[in-house]
């Protein structure tokens, strides 16, 4: 589990096929490493990722098929930038809000503009995580919390601080940058609680998700 309160900005140092999956070796920085061991996670770009060998100049990670096709990861290259956090502790302040490091899908920047000395984006999330993303709400971007400002059909806004934007990846987003979107947990949870016993029969059409009728049934209306 993480934080979503990024820690470091790294680089990606080398970027190795293996058999249709990738091993990265990720330069990391200013984020200290002294206490991270083999197996422990570091989230990379808001990815879990499990550390299988400490070089001396960061970490080196296995990625598989199932995380390149729900992130942004296949498309990194040396040189790359990356935000950082190591896995929580129970002494870690949460800054931010419970992340799993679980990518739900990969969203894309509309657009960028200045407001006063902060930015404003508005991103394009997948559809089917629309009903996740609630107007004031969190959603880790990148693997950073951040609250959403508006909501507008799977179109959100943010406005980022400069404390973010230098502390992160987001000060180089720029119309067209494809981001990984991990909706905040609570609101899956929410969903499969709601689907009651129906949650262990098969799947066979979709349920429409969480729904005015079905929060009113179980006592979440007036």
Excluded: W
Excluded at 134 to 154: C, E, F, M, Q, R
């Amino acid at each position: 589990m993480f934080t979503g309160i990024i820690q470091a900005v790294g680089r990606i140092a080398g970027v190795e096929r293996r058999a249709g999956d990738l091993r990265l070796h990720v330069a990391s920085g200013d984020l200290p490493l002294a206490d991270v061991r083999l197996g422990d996670s570091v989230a990379t770009n808001g990815v879990c990722l499990t550390v299988v060998a400490l070089p001396g100049d960061g970490y080196i990670a296995d990625v598989s098929r199932e995380t390149l096709g729900l992130s942004t990861l296949a498309a990194l290259r040396p040189g790359s930038a990356v935000n950082l956090e190591k896995a929580l502790t129970p002494n870690t302040p949460l800054g931010g809000h419970l992340v799993s490091g679980h990518v739900d899908g990969v969203g894309r920047v509309l657009e960028r503009a200045d407001d006063a000395r902060s930015v404003r984006f508005r991103i394009e999330a997948p559809e089917p995580l629309a009903r996740y993303i609630a107007h004031k709400g969190s959603i880790t971007v990148d693997g950073a919390s951040l609250t959403v400002n508006a909501v507008d059909g799977n179109r959100f806004e943010l406005n980022i601080v400069p404390h973010t934007l230098g502390g992160t990846i987001m000060g180089d987003y720029a119309a067209g940058t494809r981001v990984n979107l991990e909706v905040d947990l609570l609101a899956r949870y929410l969903e499969r609680l709601l689907l009651g016993e129906q949650a262990a029969r098969p799947a066979q059409s979709p349920d429409g998700g969480v729904t005015l009728e079905k929060l009113a049934r179980y006592g979440f209306g007036k």
